[in-house]
């Protein structure tokens, strides 16, 4: 078992449902976002909210795969690629756009790691928090359900599904992270990021994968 | 009003998904990239898409006319009259 605790500032959740906030972003760059990425950069933006000088981490195990399957499908069906969806169907898609959107050079990443992406980026988000304690990191989750025909897969989102931490060393609260190998309770059907989410509001959960147990509390 | 240029400006809509913009938005006359509508390379990529399977237009990336023809909706129009053959 290795823990560790990830302090967080604030967070804020989208669950595809109610009002976005995106007026940040000018309507010729916004036109281009998939609903994964407005959730995306919703959350982003209200995390980031007060913080100008934070860094990024976004992580999505999809990504932009709708995208993917639409050049795929046309490919299939020898019409020609449209240049929008090729360009913007990379995984850091939201972040590049995000970037642009608020004239912003801050370093960002963007991490899928299969049905532990959450897991991973959250990880990845509190690694670049504790290497540079004076930087608040923006962490941002995102998915939606692989669209038809490879999904939706075991462990997707029912819906488009966004969820943004801002950690940061003066943090009140923290985020007790677990994680040890074998799963011998059973693999959880449903998205890694939806047992934090549950920990966030209700103090504490846990997930596991066919390879690891993860849990958190929060403190 | 030009029936031709009506069909083009929501070829344009359409083909960019310009959320927020219409018919009504596109002056004939305004450049369409950089300074005017805003536009960018990707997008002259994807209209340059949407004329071929519209009206059949065939496109030489390295041509210097071009830039002429997408200049704005009326150059796009002539275009189409000249060379379209959907139209």
Known sequence: ?219 | MDTLEQEIKILIIEALNLEDMSQEDIGSDVPLFGEGLGLDSIDALELGIALKKKYGIELEAGDSRTREHFRNVLSLAALVRSQGKAA
């Open chain 1, 1 to 219: 078992m290795i823990s560790w605790d990830v302090p967080v500032v604030r967070w804020v959740r989208w669950l595809g449902i109610g009002e976005l906030e995106l007026g940040f972003i000018e309507p010729l760059l916004r036109r281009r976002l998939s609903p994964m990425a407005r959730g995306a950069l919703h959350v982003a933006n209200a995390c980031a909210q007060d913080y100008p000088s934070a860094s990024f981490v976004f992580a999505s195990r999809h990504g932009e795969l709708t995208r993917t399957v639409e050049l795929l499908r046309s490919l299939a069906h020898e019409k020609e690629l449209s240049p929008t969806l090729f360009s913007l169907s990379v995984l850091n898609a939201a972040a590049g756009i995000f970037s642009i959107a608020r004239g912003d050079r801050a370093p960002a990443t963007a991490i899928a790691a299969g049905v532990e992406s959450f897991g991973y980026g959250l990880l990845e988000a509190y690694l670049r928090a504790r290497q540079e304690p004076a930087r608040p990191v923006v962490y941002v989750y995102a998915d939606a359900p692989a669209p038809n025909p490879i999904g939706p897969q075991f462990g997707d989102p029912e819906a488009v599904f966004a969820l943004g931490l801002l950690i940061h060393g003066d943090a009140r609260s923290s985020l007790h992270t677990g994680i040890r190998t074998g799963a011998e309770a059973g693999i959880s059907p449903t998205l890694q990021a939806y047992a934090c989410l549950q920990a966030l509001e209700r103090g504490s959960a846990d997930w596991a994968s066919d390879r690891h147990h993860w849990y958190w509390n929060l403190q």
